[in-house]
């Protein structure tokens, strides 16, 4: 039985936005820049990175509070 885990239902909202935009684009029914037709690829990507900075931010301050505490 094939599993259909939330990893693959974003991946296909993601992708039918895409492709929806795209067409959009290509059609002359939006006047966006390339940038945000293409949002769907780069913006999930960047919202992984954002959160990782802010694990690590949180792990320093952390790991220096906890020094201080010695």
């Known amino acids: 039985m094939n599993s259909f885990n939330a ?22 029914e939006i006047d966006w820049s390339w940038w945000w037709v293409l949002a ?3 913006a999930p990507i960047l919202a992984v990175l954002a959160l990782f900075v802010v694990f690590l931010a949180a792990a320093g301050v952390d790991g220096m509070r906890r020094e201080g505490d010695r």
Do not use: Q
Request: no cysteine; charged share 20%; aromatic share 12%.
């Open 7 to 28: 990893s693959d239902e974003i991946r296909t909202v993601l992708s039918a936005v895409l492709i929806v935009f795209v067409t959009f684009k290509l059609t002359d």
């Open 40 to 42: 769907p690829v780069w």
